[in-house]
Nanobody, 123 residues
Framework: QVQLEESGGGLVQAGASLRLSCAAS????????MGWFRQAPGKEREFVAA????????YYADSVKGRFTITRDNAKNTVYLQMNSLKPEDTAVYYC????????????????WGQGTQVTVSS
């Protein structure tokens, strides 16, 4: 069992940066691939980024590539999402998720979810 808690969301202007954190409970954090997803009002939850267990390989949605960076610190049981050059269309609730072993881009392939953190980008 893994419990996830996101933090770092907020209200910012377009062009600003935010760093989201996701703290995981338990001693097996390094056994899980991690992902970030987001969901805007009236839209389906969508993939943002994922990182392998070791942190050596990362994946990004085309919409955030070059602006967002996913990293992890296995010693701190934490995964991060650095978001730069934010746009109003990035406004959503951001969720972190854990998946045993390997990464995936489909939300229903993840085993554990956090409660989400709101990111609002004003124009």
């Amino acid at each position: 069992q893994v419990q996830l808690e996101e933090s770092g969301g907020g209200l910012v202007q377009a062009g600003a940066s935010l760093r989201l954190s996701c703290a995981a409970s338990g001693r097996t954090f390094s056994s899980y691939a991690m992902g970030w997803f987001r969901q805007a009002p009236g839209k389906e939850r969508e993939f943002v980024a994922a990182i392998t267990r070791s942190g050596s390989i990362t994946y990004y949605a085309d919409s955030v590539k070059g602006r967002f960076t996913i990293t992890r610190d296995n010693a701190k049981n934490t995964v991060y999402l650095q978001m730069n050059s934010l746009k109003p269309e990035d406004t959503a609730v951001y969720y972190c998720a854990a998946r045993r072993v390997s990464t995936a881009q489909a939300p229903d392939e993840y085993d554990y979810w956090g409660q989400g953190t709101q990111v609002t980008v004003s124009s």
